[in-house]
């Protein structure tokens, strides 16, 4: 025990140092992120993660967008742990057969207008579970999905264009219903 115990810590940590991320184009992701906001909402973006079922390699990810390298919140962006707080339910992970209700639920109790985010493979069509008796597939076959941001896991500066790509979408939407 002790051996092992020594032979870890001169062994320094095992984890490589994060890869290089160009703080210029965060900066701008963030930017057009939050001008896409205001038309839609104008406020900010509340984010409710429900996780269906997934290994954990989307929530890490996840994890990074929160964190200081990319910090969502500065550009209004933040995680609610209700529904009924929520404007987007981004979802990671197959849908398993046990979690249909509660996430139908949490469609249910998210107030217009809401999105619905699939992130990662598995989220997107049921990954390396797909058919498996314990899974129905993707999001897509319980709610209706706006958007599909794939990878395994996808990358922090993914996820950040996805979600810009959505409000960037919605505002160019609601701009065209409200000239009519």
């Not at 981004?90 to 249909?100: A, D, E, H, I, W």
Request: net charge neutral; aromatic share 4%; with cysteine.
């Amino acid at each position: 025990m002790w051996r092992l115990l020594a032979r870890t810590l001169l062994a320094g940590p095992v984890a490589g140092p994060p890869a290089p991320t160009d703080q210029e184009t965060v900066h701008s992701l963030g930017g057009r992120l939050n001008a896409a906001m205001q038309p839609g909402l104008g406020r900010s973006l509340a984010i409710l993660h429900v996780d269906g079922g997934s290994c954990g390699g989307c929530e890490i990810e996840l994890r990074a967008v929160r964190r200081a390298v990319y910090d969502l919140q500065r550009f209004g962006v933040s995680f609610v742990s209700t529904p009924r707080h929520a404007d987007v339910l981004l979802v990671t992970g197959p849908v398993t057969r046990n979690l249909v209700e509660a996430l139908e639920q949490a469609h249910a109790a998210t107030p217009d207008p809401k999105f619905v985010v699939a992130v990662g493979d598995c989220a997107v069509d049921g990954g390396v579970f797909k058919g498996s008796y314990a899974v129905t597939g993707g999001v897509g076959a319980t709610l209706p999905v706006d958007l599909l941001i794939g990878g395994c896991p996808p990358t922090p500066d993914r996820i950040l264009a996805g979600l810009r790509a959505l409000l960037e979408a919605n505002a160019r939407r609601e701009a065209t219903v409200s000239s009519r």
